[in-house]
């Protein structure tokens, strides 16, 4: 076990060095200031400014210049929000896409499964083109769509809860459901997949033989090896979810770290989506290692040290 | 099951930053939607009018704004102008201090200009104090600090030497970049002074927290010299982007104020007139079009006045903005007393084309395809639509559609690539030269390649002209050559502000050109 993580820790390194200076160099390759505006700013002020933020000389130069901060743990200022780190800016909004996020994880895992499970309980039955009907539509239905009808129908129309903002139970409880509804719909299907594949092999017909009942067999025995595919979807799901939704962040007004994906692109931020992005990575890496241990647990035939 | 054990902690962890900060704490007494994320609260830096806004409840300059816009005593207490117009000598307060109990002096507003100016401040709107003799010297490099002509001969008493009489300098002094900061805190914390807990200034109110993205949240400074001028102890600025959001935070009670026209739904707008919380009122802006002056067809004046004449700008506000948006005919709006904007021609198809016809292209034929360059937003697509279908309707010529997201946008516009590209300008200050300044020769907002030695020595004479209503005539002239003449611009609409407010419920926010509304003038009605 230690051998796998210290392997996949190392193999890790050269990926996330690789994503760190592509982003960057990427943001600085795009046309465009950072400290571009509306009001023209005179070239003397951006000279200033580039050099003050370490963006003057060469491209390799300012990725060199940049990687060293960064290996000193400093990953530098945003030059939109001037006189705040980026490290301050993650710290305060990634924690608050973390909640959001593991609830919705929580919640598409709680429901896709028993959900899919049910589905393949009832194959080819109502209940199974009912649950893939349902499944459908949340996949299908983008997020921008069923946000602004959620806070019609629950804010306004039913008054039952808050329509946006952030600070109260109450107020997350319609953002996280809807960034949880389309991956419910994937989770079931992966699911559901999984196991009527599983039910159509030998070990369970010969349990089925033996005389196990039915919901035994599907909830006890087929379940474990049925979630694989499921398993292997969560770790990339997992960290996409926990990073927020620029969609959804905005629409319920949360003040969390989706939004700085692609305002930062556009403005330019080049420290403040490196730092994003490496945020991003690292939980990525980390939710598909877990994912590679969880598969191990689940599937007895998978050795980690082999 | 792992996810049994994993998530819970992970909730548990999420959960201690969820109830810190203000937010946890009970509504505050005003809550408002103030726009996107201040960008920064350093008023030598702030470049926008949600930070001025907030900058402007934190700090108080020479001169401040009322509920109605106007410029009255602020730290201040009386001044003296000479007879030229170019020397002012205010006198302070004298019982006026920082929000640490240190007092404010006259050095202390030297010393915020000066830094302003100092180009390691890198301020983005320096050039505002280059009235001011030696700024604009000492700014370039060209000239020592010593060479900007601000004086404080006391701790109460500033005097400033301006180049030129300027007539609308109060209301410069309560501009953003006018205001004071505290020197010992900025010295010691660098930039990170306007954090909560290094901040110190010396407005009605402090700020107490400020959370990304979410809200800046200020109460009341019991070191404020009026201290029973401010009507409320606390006062929270959210920061939302999206128009509908921030009109569901104002439906459901979340918020009590939306500040600017950008935080309601265009869709809902129409709807909305009449409702007696919405406040819609001239702005000090105006929508317009460029022409790239430097490259045809656009470098022919008679081929710019023709697209300008093909336009039909009613439909364009009538369709797409649905404000209630005044056209525009001039670059300045009306609005600044004395001052006659004049006027552009009115709409006329059949000049337009013979116009084209005598430029050799009638009826549109053999003239090159044309674009029209915009920032990605709504707005500007829709807006840019009916021109283009205006124009091919009217003229006969092919006009494409150019949308860029913003750094581009603003860099094709600093490089002049581009035939026609959407723009629009907010006046900083209430008088025209803050439009008509933007299109002298080789100032960096010109952004047409438009030179015309005329305009330059009209606008030169109007700034050394010590008379008010001459300088206005002198403006008036120079502005004709713009919107009438030489046409390197196509004025499309003047903005409209909107508040929305239930007028029963608060007083003290009241609609005005510079859509200033100083916080510290709200209040609860009749109290």
Same mark, same amino acid.
Request: charge should be positive; hydrophobic fraction near 35%; aromatic fraction near 8%.
């Given at each position: 076990m230690l051998t796998f993580l210290a392997r996949r820790f190392i193999s890790s390194i050269p990926v996330v060095i690789a994503v760190l200076a592509l982003c960057f160099l990427l943001v600085r390759i795009?046309?465009?200031?950072?400290?571009?505006?509306?009001?023209a700013l005179d070239a003397r002020t951006k000279a200033v400014l580039e050099t003050k933020y370490g963006l003057s000389g060469s491209l390799p130069e300012q990725l060199l210049r940049y990687g060293s901060r960064v290996l000193r743990g400093d990953l530098g200022d945003s030059l939109k929000f001037r006189g705040r780190t980026v490290a301050e800016i993650i710290g305060q909004s990634l924690p608050r896409s973390l909640l959001i996020g593991s609830i919705s994880f929580t919640l598409a895992l709680a429901l896709g499964i028993p959900l899919g499970a049910y589905a393949a309980a009832q194959h080819r039955g109502k209940g199974d083109s009912f649950f893939n009907s349902l499944a459908l539509l949340t996949l299908s239905t983008p997020t921008f769509v069923l946000a602004p009808v959620s806070v019609l129908v629950?804010?306004?129309?039913?008054?039952?809860?808050?329509?946006a903002g952030w600070g109260?139970?109450?107020?997350l409880i319609l953002p996280a459901f809807c960034l949880a509804i389309p991956f419910i719909g994937a989770a079931a299907r992966l699911t559901r997949a999984g196991l009527l594949d599983t039910l159509n092999s030998d070990f369970v017909r010969a349990a089925r033989a033996k005389g196990v009942s039915e919901a035994s067999l599907v909830?006890?025995?087929?379940l474990r090896p049925a979630i694989l595919p499921l398993v292997a979807y969560a770790g990339p799901l997992a960290a996409n979810i926990l990073t927020g939704s620029l969609v959804i962040e905005e629409v319920f007004a949360i003040p969390g770290i989706g939004q700085f994906f692609v305002n930062g692109v556009i403005n330019r931020d080049v420290f403040l989506v490196s730092g994003v992005v490496l945020v991003y990575c690292f939980l990525l890496l980390l939710f598909n290692l877990m994912a590679d241990w969880l598969t191990a647990l689940l599937d007895p035939r998978i050795r980690l040290s082999s | 099951m792992i996810f049994r054990r994993v998530f819970p902690g992970l909730l548990g962890l999420s959960c201690l930053f969820f109830f810190?900060?203000?937010?946890? /704490?009970?509504?505050?007494d005003l809550v408002l939607?103030?726009?996107?994320?201040? /960008?920064?609260?350093?008023p030598a830096l702030v470049s926008g009018q949600l930070e001025g806004r907030i900058c402007a409840a934190l700090h108080e300059g020479l001169t401040r704004r009322d509920a109605r816009g106007k410029s009255i005593p602020g730290a201040a207490q009386s001044w003296k102008i000479s007879p030229d117009g170019k020397t002012y000598t205010f006198t302070l307060r004298p019982d006026m201090k920082w929000s640490n109990g240190d007092p404010v002096t006259a050095e202390d507003f030297r010393y915020s200009w000066v830094r302003a100016l100092?180009?390691?401040?890198?301020?983005?709107? *320096?050039?505002?104090?280059?009235?001011?003799?030696?700024a604009e010297d000492f700014q370039a490099g060209r000239?020592? &600090? *010593?060479? &900007?002509? &601000?004086?404080?001969?006391? *701790?109460?008493t500033l005097v400033v030497h301006l180049k030129n009489p300027v007539p609308f300098f109060l209301s410069l002094t309560s501009f953003t970049t006018y205001l004071p900061v505290h020197r010992a805190t900025v010295e010691k914390h660098?930039?990170?002074?306007?954090?909560p807990e290094h901040w110190v200034g010396n407005g009605p109110y402090r700020l107490k927290a400020w959370r990304v993205n979410d809200r800046v949240c200020l109460e009341k400074n019991?070191?404020?010299?009026?201290?029973?001028?401010?009507?409320?102890?606390r006062i929270d600025a959210l920061a939302v982007t999206r128009a509908s959001t921030a009109f569901n935070l104002y439906s459901s009670g979340q918020?009590?104020? =939306? =500040?600017?026209?950008?935080?309601?739904p265009s869709l809902i707008l129409p709807k909305l007139?009449?409702?007696?919380d919405f406040h819609p009122a001239p702005l000090f802006a105006t929508y317009f079009y460029r022409f790239n &002056?430097?490259?045809?067809?656009?470098?022919n004046p008679k081929i710019r006045r023709a697209f300008s004449l093909a336009l039909n700008k009613e439909a364009v506000v009538d369709k797409m903005?649905?404000?209630g948006e005044p056209i525009a005919l001039s670059l300045t709006p009306r609005g600044v007393p004395g001052y006659r904007p004049p006027e552009g021609p009115a709409q006329d198809e059949d000049t337009a084309r013979a116009l084209l016809r005598d430029a050799?292209?009638?009826?549109? /034929?053999g003239f090159p395809r044309v674009s029209i360059l915009y920032n990605k937003s709504e707005l500007n697509e829709q807006v840019a639509v009916e021109v283009q279908a205006q124009w091919t309707r009217a003229l006969g010529v092919q006009v494409e559609l150019r949308n860029q997201e913003w750094a581009t946008y603003l860099r094709s516009l600093d490089t002049l690539d581009f035939d026609i590209a959407r723009s629009s300008w907010v006046g900083?200050?209430?008088?025209?030269l803050t439009f008509l300044d933007?299109?002298?020769?080789?100032?960096?907002?010109?952004?047409?390649g438009w030179s015309d030695a005329t305009y330059d020595h009209l606008l030169a004479r109007a700034q050394a002209e010590a008379n008010p209503a001459s300088r206005f005539r002198l403006l008036e002239q120079a502005e004709e050559i713009l919107?009438?003449?030489?046409?390197p611009i196509l004025p499309i609409y003047h903005f409209v502000g909107c508040l929305m407010f239930d007028p029963g419920k608060l007083d003290g926010l009241l609609p005005n050109l510079l859509d200033e509304h100083p916080f510290a003038e709200i209040g609860p009605k009749g109290k």
């Open positions: 795009a046309p465009g200031s950072p400290f571009a505006a509306e009001r629950f804010a306004f129309g039913l008054k039952l809860l808050p329509p109260t139970p109450s107020q909830y006890r025995h087929a | 810190s900060g203000c937010g946890s /704490q009970p509504r505050a939607c103030n726009g996107a994320e201040p /960008q920064t609260l350093d100092d180009p390691a401040t890198a301020s983005p709107y *320096a050039e505002i104090l280059f009235f001011i003799r030696g000239a020592p &600090v *010593a060479a &900007v002509e &601000v004086v404080a001969p006391d *701790a109460g660098g930039d990170r002074w306007t954090r019991p070191a404020y010299h009026s201290p029973e001028r401010i009507r409320l102890n918020a009590d104020v =939306l =500040l600017d026209k950008g935080l309601i007139r009449g409702r007696p &002056v430097t490259r045809p067809p656009f470098d903005t649905r404000g050799g292209f009638p009826n549109g /034929q900083d200050y209430d008088d025209p933007c299109f002298a020769t080789g100032r960096g907002n010109n952004r047409t919107v009438s003449r030489a046409m």
